[in-house]
């Protein structure tokens, strides 16, 4: 079992960066994909980036390739989302998840962050 806890979410503007992290609480990190994902209000929650385990594979959705980046330092048991040239239509609550199995499949991932928001003005 991990704990996952994100931080990083803000008010931003359109064109900036920010950075998002994940922090887990467990043990076997390394052995573990992580993804995030977003959701906004009615819709449903779409995962967005993907690592596996040792960091060596990604996925991205096409709505954030190119523009994300997803990495992870497992001797500090964290995950980070990049996210440039943000656009208004990033905005959203976004969720790190955790989970065995494939990295770019939503179904791997059983285990939740609580959110954190992310806005960008127009």
């Known amino acids: 079992q991990l704990q996952l806890v994100e931080s990083g979410g803000k008010l931003v503007q359109a064109g900036d960066s920010l950075r998002l992290s994940c922090a887990a609480d467990g043990i076997a990190f390394s052995t573990y994909a992580v993804g995030w994902f977003r959701q906004v209000p009615g819709r449903k929650r779409r995962q967005i980036a993907g690592i596996n385990g040792s960091g060596t594979n990604t996925y991205y959705s096409t709505s954030v390739e190119g523009r994300f980046t997803i990495f992870r330092d497992n001797a500090k048991n964290m995950v980070s989302l990049q996210m440039d040239s943000l656009k208004p239509e990033d905005t959203a609550v976004y969720y790190c998840?955790?989970?065995?199995?494939?990295?770019?499949?939503?179904?791997?991932?059983?285990?939740w962050g609580q959110g954190t928001q992310v806005t960008v003005s127009s």
């Open positions: 998840a955790a989970g065995r199995g494939q990295y770019g499949s939503p179904e791997t991932y059983t285990q």
